[in-house]
Structure formats: structure tokens, C-alpha cells
């Protein structure tokens, strides 16, 4: 073999990689040509490079010397000291694999010039069909597989001769896994996360911005609280500012029988504490539905009193609950009941003056509303609150010691002449105020479930009556005023007429005898009173029947007055010319026939009966109720001579009216006897009547007494309960004695 060349070998990229000897002699000098034959084969000299590969040099003869090798531009060892740890990221094959084929060890001889160079080449991947490694030779070296020599001059050279290598088995290298490259899947997580915040911003915008409103007000509805604060009722005076019914505060009880453990149990507890029966307690407390749903509240009891309350819940009864209520009072119990009427537990008003003038008692209910969480108000969250606006009171024009004394006559009397109905009217004179009104029967305004409808009516409002002889005073009156008589006129008065074809007669005859008129007021003369009528006409009759206020509701501020009726001219039949002048025919109530006496006691002005004085605001300011309506109806010369005729029949001798005289009072009034209507149609028995004035010189107050009983007359039967009722109104008013006697009277001139 021939010697090593002391030379260092270089790979493609110039890289140096070893040394080796050559033959004896200098190395040559590059570019000199050789003057030894080439022969053609791979030189045993070979190279170790840092890569594992390993180059074989071709070599000539001994005489040929050293062949210089080419190098490449690109040399130094140390020109990239990371491309180790490359290769092995590569697959492990060297960097001239990667670059291709590239000359690094093949000499060649140039055929004409007889020179020879020397030509590395490095191959790239194997082809498939051949082994991807030499066989390692001698001292371990890999022979590089054979490659095509380049062409030059016609002649192909090849290694070790002519001979080629014998081929290996193939060998496919397995290629290894690639790895993931983690700063992809950083980018690609990084754009997930931006895409999620970029949505999730995007809907909070939408919700913050744009569906505010909607979610804003589903949340407060679910938030919210509504608290009723209950407006308190106002309560009613009489003039002197007692309390004829008030408010006063309460509680109620209410159990949800959801809660009730043991019903039976609990209701016989709350029994005696209530005043409710067990029995009907535990039905009450009893589960079940109502729409569908579990029934959660019942109210066991109303109005309770407070301290009875805090006793019921010092017993921590499951289901039981007491909360603020609010009870109405009426502390005279059957004290003008008929004209108070009472409320529901609601405090809404139901009949009489409660009912009439239940917007103005009732005031504005308030209510606090509040955002609620974990059952309780949420600190500083939505409050709003509207305060209750109570309700306005009402001061009466009534008196309660008289509306009381009023009561208790007309009832005994009632009693005493079995009568059905009854009602009494006592009217202050110039004002129209009604100081009493009393009803029988009556029933307690307190507890008014018990009593029977018919008990709650006030009679003088709604009790329609044929009034009788008490109606004389309007055809006398009108007489007077239209000059058809005077206070001095007498004629003949016959025992009966007739019209149409009814026969009109009196109670006392007269026997055709001259009469004077206030003789015919004293004895009631049917007859005297008819021919007086036809003196003054059947239009103006009518006319003074409307001017006294018949025909139409008194206003006097009752709810449900009856309007009474007059009978049209045009139904006017032959006998209607007897039986209307007398009170026949007519429909009126007590009170408007009260009030046609008023107006004749107040020198003939009509003033409208009126039961409220005036109201008061919740702030204590004091409003009068609008003024009456008033009218003339009489002269005052011709109403105090109606007066005086009036005065005849509680002092002529066996006048109707002896039974209503005052002792020490002058009184001018009427008796009468009618009967009741009930939808037009007359019912059994009498209405005995007496309407007087007192004192009769200067009158201050008129009372009206009506009794629907089996039968009596007015002089018999509600005389003197007028007399007991003026006597006492006189007395508790102070009004002093007549000063003098009434004047005499001549039935017969």
C-alpha cells in the first residue's frame, strides 16, 4: 500500500477532517500535472470525519506523488458548531447529504495532457436499491458507494479498475417522527383565547347596551316588593265633634295551611282567644286549592285587638300570623245607625252615610315598594315610598243626645202601637239641618251582620207614604198665597161631596154649617179642604206641591232617597180632584213633608234639609258643606198666618191635635192619617202622622212623626210622641217659654 498522505483531508463544505500519508515526496503543488497513470481505483488512504463518514482518495503510483486536492470556498472547522445537534433533528444525515451531489474524492486523468486532478465528490440518499452504509474495510473505514465519473476525453474511470462494487441488499432507514412544533399551537391556543374574550366582550356590550332595558326590568320584578299602607278611614261627628263611628287600629289573624301542623289542635287553641267556633276555625285552616294552587292565606279573624294579638303570637302557632289591620268603631252601637251604615273589613263603605260618602272617608291608600333578597330589604337598594293619604271626616249636623232621646221615643211608641215602620225627623228651623233622624227598626251599626235588610233602611228617606190630612197645610198655603182665601173666610161645609165617583166625607160633620178656615184645619174637614181646592185650581195646586219640594229627592244626603211622586194633571181622574187636595194620590216621604213645614215655619222660605255640616281634611282644616238650597214659597204674612191656623188644631176643643200640645210652648202643627205605598200599591193598615212646629210665635225646630201600625189615627197615635220629642228638644236647647197663650179660635162664626 502505498503511503499516507500527510495531508489534511476536507469535506464539501471544506471542512477539515483528518490527515493522512502519502508516497515519499513533497506534496504537489496544486494545478501541477502528474506524470504517473491514474489507476483508476479508490485509494486505501481514507479520512474520519466528525459526521462518521468516511472518504477515500484516490491514489496513483509511488512516482506519481500526492495528487492536490480541490477544496471548496467554504472552509474552517468551526464554522458551525450547532450542526451536530442539526443533523441528529434531521434524521442524522450529514450536511452534504442535504446539499446534494457534490465532488469531493474521485481523481481522473485528463487523456491528452496527461494530467491528472483530483475531484471530491459527496452524494446525496443513496438510491433505494442500494445499502444506506458500506462495509467497513481494513481498518474500519466506510467505503463511499461508487458514482458516475465525469466524462473527460472520451474515457470512463472507474474505482479499483474496471470491475464494479458488488451491490448490497437494500435497506430501507426507517424515517423518524416528526416533531410538533409547540410555537404553532401556542398561536393557534392564543387566537382561541382572543376569539372567546372577544365574544364573551361582545355580549356584555349587547347586555350592558342594548338589552338593558329588558333585563333590567325582568330582574326588578323578581326584586320588588309592593307593601300596602292603608289609608286610615275618617270618622263621623255629630255637630258637637263626638265620634259617631271612627277607625282604630287593629290586627287580623290568618293562617296559611301550608304551615298548620295540627289543625284541630291549633283551632281549638285560637277559640276562645278569637271567639270563633273550632269547628269553623279548623275548616278554615284546612289545605286546599284555589285556581289550582295551594291555598297559602286565610283570614281567621278581623280587627282584633292589638294586645289580643300579641297574646296569639306569644304562642308561636305554626302557620298563624297576625299583621296590621284596621277595625271601624261605632261607639253609640244602634246610635243613628240607620244614618251612619256601616263598612265592609275592607273599610269600604256599604250603606248609609258611609256608603254616600265613602270616596271622601275612605282617603288614598299609599304603598312601599322595595327591592327584597335572602327575605329580607336589600340595603341601599330601590326604595320608593307613597305615603297614605287618610281619609277626610265629616261632622253631622245631628246631635247625639237628641238623635238618642229621638230613638227612644219613637221606638217605645212603636211598640206600644205595634207598628211595622216608624221614623221621626227633628229639623232646626232656618238652617235645614237635621239635628235627629230616627228610623224603626234599627240595628247595631257595630255589628251589622245579623240584622235583617229591611232593619238598615232609614225610613224618613225611603218610607213612601200617602200622607194624609198633614198634606192640608200645602192647599191652604197655596190658597193663601194666591188670594183664593184669607184667614178670615168662612163658608158652608156640607157633610160629604162627591168626585167622581167617590164620596168624600169628615170625621166630625159639619152639618152644612159656616165654618171658619182655621176650624176646618182644627177638625181635618176633607170637605172644607176639597172646596178650597177648586177655588185655587188644579195647575196651581201642582205648582205649590213642587215649590214645597214633593215630587223629588230632598238631598239631604242619603244614599237611595226615594223621590216620592206627584199625580200629573193628565192622569188626573174625577175623583183625583177630592183625594189630592186631602193627601191622597201623593207619594212623599217623612222628610219631605218636614221640610214643607220648615219652609212654613221659616216664613215661608223652602230650605233644604241637610245632614253634613262640614268636612275636615286630614291636615284639621275645617270645609262647610255647600250651602242649601232655598227658595220662596209663601209670603212671610201668609205663611205665619198658616201659622196661626195651624196653632187650632193643639188648642181648639176637640181638635185632632190636643195630644201634641207643649205645656208652656205654643204649637202649630198636623195630624194625619194615609197609607203605605210598596211599588204603588197600598198596603194594610194606617200612617198615622203629626208634623208641628214650636214655639209657634217664633218657631225653632219641626219634628215629623210617622208610624205605619194596624190602625189609629195621627192624634192618637204619633201625637204624642211629637209632644215627648219637642218637649224634650226644647229643654235641651234652652229655648225659653211662649211668652203668651196661643190666640182663640171659632170653629163656627
Do not use: C
Amino acid at each position: 500500500m502505498p503511503p499516507r498522505s500527510e495531508e489534511p483531508r476536507r469535506d464539501a463544505t471544506g471542512s477539515r477532517r483528518g490527515s493522512s500519508r502519502g508516497a515519499s515526496g513533497p506534496p504537489r503543488p496544486a494545478g501541477e500535472r502528474s506524470d504517473e497513470p491514474v489507476l483508476g481505483g479508490i485509494s486505501d488512504a481514507r479520512a474520519y470525519t466528525p459526521r462518521g463518514r468516511t472518504l477515500r482518495e484516490d491514489g496513483g503510483p509511488a512516482a506519481a506523488g500526492r495528487a492536490e486536492q480541490r477544496r471548496t470556498p467554504r472552509g474552517g472547522r468551526s464554522q458551525d458548531p450547532f450542526r451536530p445537534a442539526l443533523q441528529v433533528l434531521d434524521g442524522g444525515r450529514s450536511g452534504a447529504a442535504r446539499a446534494g451531489n457534490r465532488q469531493v474524492g474521485t481523481t481522473r486523468r485528463d487523456g491528452g495532457a496527461g494530467r491528472t486532478t483530483v475531484v471530491r465528490t459527496v452524494t446525496g440518499r443513496p438510491p433505494r436499491d442500494e445499502p444506506a452504509n458500506t462495509a467497513r474495510r481494513g481498518s474500519g473505514a466506510r467505503e463511499p458507494r461508487p458514482t458516475r465519473q465525469p466524462r473527460s476525453g472520451g474515457a470512463r474511470e472507474s474505482r479499483r479498475g474496471d470491475r464494479p462494487p458488488a451491490r448490497r441488499p437494500s435497506r430501507r432507514r426507517p424515517t423518524p417522527p416528526r416533531l410538533a412544533d409547540p410555537g404553532r399551537r401556542l398561536r393557534l391556543g392564543t387566537a382561541l383565547a382572543m376569539a372567546l374574550f372577544v365574544a364573551i366582550g361582545v355580549r356584555l356590550v349587547v347586555l350592558q347596551a342594548v338589552d338593558t332595558p329588558a333585563y333590567a326590568d325582568g330582574g326588578v320584578a323578581d326584586r320588588l316588593r309592593t307593601v300596602q299602607l292603608p289609608a286610615p278611614r275618617g270618622a263621623i261627628y255629630d255637630r258637637d265633634g263626638a265620634a259617631l263611628a271612627h277607625s282604630v287600629e287593629a290586627r287580623y289573624v290568618s293562617a296559611d295551611p301550608t304551615e298548620v301542623e295540627d289543625v284541630e289542635a291549633t283551632a281549638r287553641t285560637l277559640s276562645p282567644l278569637l271567639g270563633v267556633p273550632a269547628s269553623e276555625l279548623a275548616e278554615k285552616m284546612r289545605p286546599r286549592k284555589r285556581n289550582g294552587v295551594d291555598s297559602r292565606f286565610e283570614y281567621l279573624a278581623r280587627g282584633v285587638d292589638i294586645d289580643r294579638a300579641r297574646e296569639i303570637n306569644t304562642l308561636k302557632l305554626s302557620g298563624i300570623y297576625t299583621l296590621r289591620d284596621e277595625r271601624r268603631e261605632v261607639p253609640g252601637g244602634d246610635l243613628a245607625a240607620n244614618l251612619i251604615g256601616f263598612t265592609s273589613l275592607d273599610m269600604v263603605g256599604l250603606e248609609g252615610l258611609e256608603a254616600r260618602y265613602d270616596d271622601l272617608l275612605h282617603g288614598e291608600d299609599g304603598e312601599r315598594v322595595f327591592e327584597m333578597g335572602l327575605g329580607a330589604p336589600i340595603p341601599g337598594g330601590y326604595s320608593r315610598t307613597t305615603p297614605a293619604k287618610p281619609g277626610s271626616s265629616i261632622v253631622l249636623t245631628t246631635d247625639r243626645d237628641l238623635q238618642f232621646m229621638t230613638q227612644r221615643i219613637l221606638a217605645k211608641q212603636a211598640r206600644a202601637a205595634q207598628a211595622s215602620t216608624a221614623a221621626a225627623i227633628v229639623l232646626e228651623v232656618g238652617t235645614g239641618e237635621v239635628l235627629a233622624q230616627a228610623s224603626h227598626p234599627t240595628y247595631n251599626a257595630a255589628k251589622p251582620q245579623p240584622s235583617d235588610p229591611t232593619d238598615r233602611e232609614d225610613a224618613a228617606t225611603s218610607f213612601v207614604v200617602d200622607p194624609g190630612s198633614v198634606h192640608k197645610a200645602i192647599t191652604f198655603g197655596a190658597a193663601l198665597q194666591e188670594g183664593a182665601i184669607t184667614p178670615d173666610t168662612s163658608f158652608p161645609v156640607a157633610n160629604f161631596v162627591m168626585k167622581g165617583d167617590t164620596p168624600f166625607s169628615d170625621t166630625r160633620p159639619a152639618n152644612g154649617r159656616r165654618m171658619s178656615v182655621a176650624g176646618m184645619m182644627a177638625y181635618s174637614s176633607n170637605v172644607g179642604t176639597i172646596e178650597i181646592a177648586e177655588k185655587l185650581g188644579q195647575e196651581r195646586l201642582i205648582d205649590y206641591q213642587r215649590r214645597f219640594g214633593l215630587g223629588e229627592p230632598t238631598g239631604v244626603g242619603m244614599p237611595g232617597e226615594a223621590s216620592g211622586r206627584l199625580l200629573p194633571p193628565e192622569e188626573w181622574s174625577g175623583s183625583s180632584y177630592g183625594s189630592v187636595p186631602i193627601g191622597h194620590s201623593v207619594d212623599a216621604t217623612p222628610l219631605q213633608m218636614a221640610a214643607v213645614y220648615a219652609a212654613i215655619a221659616n216664613d215661608g222660605t223652602y230650605v233644604q234639609p241637610h245632614l253634613v255640616k262640614e268636612t275636615i281634611d286630614p291636615k284639621g282644616n275645617r270645609t262647610p258643606a255647600e250651602p242649601p238650597v232655598t227658595r220662596p214659597v209663601l209670603s212671610p204674612e201668609n205663611a205665619k198666618a198658616l201659622r196661626t191656623m195651624l196653632e187650632a188644631v193643639t188648642t181648639v176643643e176637640h181638635g185632632t191635635g190636643l195630644a201634641a200640645a207643649v205645656p208652656g210652648y205654643r204649637v202649630a202643627g198636623k195630624t194625619g192619617t194615609g197609607w203605605r205605598l210598596v211599588d204603588g200599591k197600598k198596603q194594610p193598615g194606617q200612617v198615622a202622622s203629626f208634623i208641628g212646629m214650636a214655639p209657634a210665635e217664633n218657631p225653632r225646630y219641626v219634628i215629623a212623626v210617622f208610624l205605619h201600625s194596624p190602625e189609629g189615627s195621627g192624634g192618637d197615635v204619633a201625637a204624642p210622641a211629637f209632644r215627648e220629642m219637642m218637649t224634650f228638644t226644647l229643654r235641651h236647647f234652652k229655648v225659653p217659654p211662649s211668652s203668651g197663650p196661643a190666640p182663640k179660635f171659632t170653629v163656627f162664626p
